[in-house]
């Protein structure tokens, strides 16, 4: 009997582990060949399963095999090795060997704390992602609600997959870092996952063959007068050939860009004309005539926020930058209502007592109205009319409430555009902007730049004081094969550069120029 019971438990556990993994599947057997499309699957969440049901259904004749990848402390990231950082032709794969071809396809995943539903990251690596695979890709990536990192090296993407890519990135609500190195796209149309909607933190885009034109939209994808880019934080176009036209694009983009943190355009063949676009709208620069118009109007949009007493105009003809407090509103808000009170209660204190009443009954309730209408004057009533003490404490929240929500307008709107910045000043007919202090990495190794580029920056790092520029990389020193800028080593200014970097980020080596930067910008 005991034997006859164990089986049976053990039959009954099976069937149960069978019964489990097919919820988990998201399809019960019954209801597997009622599956015709990829459009009628849904998706577990695991991407073990899903993903050779979803190629099965779609018809990929070679399906690649999933491999998991176990995180080690002692594995640098992709985004932080070395050889992906500088983009170069023999990429390293986390911890695996050197390669620039896949023998045989395989989707590479990482997962935190071994648990089957927190894949957080998907490679790509040396295998094309077609469009049938692109639609299994749009239906399987959605479904994983930890995806942060998504990397496709060599995928050969093309426009129409690209434009599939971008849009299954904005159903990912977590997925932060976009790896696309070494997929040339004719169409150059990398600045769509830029867009205002746009969640993407960290890009990378090396060795694609970038040029002046994928340039010129990436810049204006960074910012326009009256669009920009706010969540963007590192961006990586190393190994690129945008030359000066390109830099000078991004240069525009990085005007009004505020939310950029580290930029690489190392080995873009860039030279003293596009570095001096860049150094400039690092440091003091003034606004074209399309700039001041658009910031006129963000004045007089923020001053409709707040009432108009005490706001005068300057000698230029714009509103001021000094906004009344709110405590001054609220002084003023209390003396008119003052002073409209004792002119309503005046013609009521002449009037006679009504007869049958005594002159100290009457005063009484004389007394008592004006306390009363005082009382109201000061706190609204509530919902119910009751000017009890439990009402009056949600009429002064409400109050407190509405002053903060005009504070918070004003602040959204100050902090959200860079033309409102209040150390903007008027010098000799012109409005000067204080630059973009908001960039603290850029790479510049690897062009074309001379002495007159080094003369600049050092002006550039001087003027910055405190913010700005932490790291600022102007040559190659580890990786001898690569090209370095046209200047020497012991050069006075790009020694006196150095210093100063060193002043301004003690823990960043400067031995060379050389920068570590973790979010993959090159050194």
Not at 36 to 47: H, K, P, V
Not at 364 to 376: F, L, Q, R
Request: aromatic fraction near 4%; hydrophobic fraction near 35%; glycine fraction near 8%.
């Amino acid at each position: 009997m005991k034997k006859r019971s164990e089986k049976v438990s053990k039959e009954k556990g099976s069937s149960g582990f069978e019964e489990e993994i097919t919820k988990i599947g998201g399809l019960n057997l019954q209801d597997k060949g009622s599956v015709q499309t990829t459009d009628d699957y849904q998706c577990s969440g695991i991407l073990e399963l899903d993903f050779p049901e979803l190629c099965a259904l779609a018809g990929v004749s070679e399906i690649p095999t999933v491999k998991l990848r176990q995180p080690t402390a002692a594995s640098p990231s992709p985004s932080t090795d070395r050889g992906a950082m500088e983009g170069s032709p023999t990429q390293i794969s986390s911890g695996s060997p050197v390669t620039t071809w896949c023998r045989e396809p395989y989707l590479q995943i990482e997962k935190e704390n071994g648990d089957s539903r927190t894949v957080k990251k998907v490679r790509v690596s040396g295998w094309m992602v077609d469009e049938v695979m692109a639609r299994v890709l749009s239906k399987i990536l959605p479904s994983l609600s930890n995806l942060q990192s998504l990397e496709m090296w060599r995928a050969r993407l093309t426009d129409r997959t690209l434009t599939s890519l971008k849009n299954t990135i904005t159903l990912c609500s977590n997925l932060r870092t976009v790896i696309l190195d070494g997929n040339p796209i004719p169409g150059q149309a990398y600045y769509i996952l830029l867009g205002e909607d746009s969640l993407v933190t960290h890009l990378s885009l090396r060795n694609n063959r970038i040029e002046e034109e994928g340039a010129r939209l990436i810049g204006s994808a960074l910012s326009t007068v009256h669009s920009t880019n706010r969540n963007l934080l590192s961006l990586n176009m190393a190994f690129n050939s945008i030359g000066d036209a390109g830099a000078i694009h991004i240069a525009q983009g990085l005007r009004l860009n505020r939310s950029l943190l580290c930029l690489s355009l190392a080995n873009n063949h860039v030279g003293d004309s596009g570095a001096a676009h860049l150094a400039e709208v690092l440091g003091p620069f003034a606004l074209t005539h399309e700039e001041i118009v658009e910031r006129r109007r963000q004045l007089i949009m923020r001053d409709q926020l707040v009432p108009s007493q005490g706001v005068g105009t300057d000698s230029t003809g714009e509103h001021p930058l000094s906004i009344p407090s709110n405590s001054s509103i609220e002084c003023n808000t209390s003396k008119v209502s003052k002073s409209s009170s004792k002119k309503k209660d005046a013609p009521k204190r002449d009037e006679k007592p009504a007869a049958g009443q005594t002159g100290a009954t009457a005063a009484k309730k004389e007394e008592h109205k004006m306390t009363k209408k005082a009382s109201d004057t000061k706190i609204a009533r509530g919902r119910g009319g009751k000017s009890g003490g439990k009402d009056k404490h949600p009429s002064v929240t409400e109050q407190e409430e509405k002053s903060s929500s005009v504070q918070k307008s004003e602040e959204v709107v100050e902090t959200l555009s860079p033309l409102l910045d209040p150390d903007v000043r008027h010098v000799e007919g012109k409005v000067i902007h204080p630059g973009n202090t908001a960039l603290i990495s850029l790479n510049l190794s690897g062009n074309k730049l001379t002495k007159q580029s080094l003369h600049m920056f050092l002006s550039l790092v001087g003027g910055q004081g405190e913010g700005g520029l932490l790291r600022l990389s102007l040559n190659v020193s580890f990786l001898e094969f690569l090209q370095r800028n046209n200047f020497p080593l012991d050069c006075e200014a790009f020694l006196n550069i150095q210093a100063m970097m060193s002043l301004k980020a003690p823990l960043i080596k400067a031995g060379s120029g050389q920068v570590d930067d973790e979010e993959g910008q090159a050194a």
